[in-house]
């Protein structure tokens, strides 16, 4: 049990020295991740498209 609360211990102390990041670029960080998402699914969705219709063409 003392190994349990040392190792909590330890880790709010390493909690206190993580520099967060602003609420500004939490947000600028999550729009890119939004914004790569959608240009990520509609390249694969037009891919896929594209194939589809290519092995419709062949069988």
């Given at each position: 049990?003392?190994?349990?609360?040392?190792?909590?211990?330890?880790?709010?102390?390493?909690l206190?020295?993580?520099?967060?990041?602003?609420?500004n670029?939490?947000?600028?960080?999550?729009?890119v991740?939004?914004?790569?998402?959608?240009?990520?699914?509609?390249?694969?969705?037009?891919?896929?498209?594209?194939?589809?219709?290519?092995?419709?063409?062949?069988?």
């Open positions: 049990m003392k190994k349990i609360v040392q190792f909590c211990r330890e880790c709010m102390g390493e206190g020295k993580v520099v967060w990041p602003s609420r670029e939490a947000v600028a960080s999550v729009q991740v939004i914004v790569s998402t959608i240009v990520a699914a509609l390249i694969l969705g037009l891919l896929d498209m594209l194939f589809t219709e290519a092995l419709r063409l062949i069988f």
